[in-house]
Nanobody, 121 residues
Framework: QEQLLESGGGSVQAGGSLRLSCRAS?????MCWFRQPPGKEREVVAA??????????YYPDSMKGRVTISRDNADNTLYLEMNNLKPEDTAIYYC???????????????WGQGTQVTVSS
């Protein structure tokens, strides 16, 4: 059973930065970050697909330029760097992983426990 352990959430002021981490117990092809703002559905923030040492990254248009997803294959750790944070970025952030693409949350098998990110104006 794969386990994902997240860390790095917290409270910041608008314009600030945060780095989230998610450690997996083993290699998984697709690793991604989702978030769920209060009262809204879960949405993808970024995804990274890794095979044979190569990475392919995906960002939705709304996140391009403000977040960077990376992955350390040596210890199966996923990262999310977030810059210029806005109050609307306030959400619970989840890492997820599976062998399939990170498009539909219900398609992903493994999830972290979630970490709260709060951005104040």
């Amino acid at each position: 059973q794969e386990q994902l352990l997240e860390s790095g959430g917290g409270s910041v002021q608008a314009g600030g930065s945060l780095r989230l981490s998610c450690r997996a117990s083993s290699y998984i092809y697709s690793m991604c970050w989702f978030r769920q703002p209060p009262g809204k559905e879960r949405e993808v923030v970024a995804a990274i697909y890794t095979a044979f040492g190569d990475h392919i990254r995906y960002y939705p248009d709304s996140m391009k330029g403000r977040v960077t997803i990376s992955r350390d294959n040596a210890d199966n750790t996923l990262y999310l760097e977030m810059n210029n944070l806005k109050p609307e970025d306030t959400a619970i952030y989840y890492c997820a992983a599976d062998s399939s693409d990170c498009k539909v949350p219900s398609d992903l098998t493994y999830w972290g426990q979630g970490t709260q990110v709060t951005v104040s104006s």
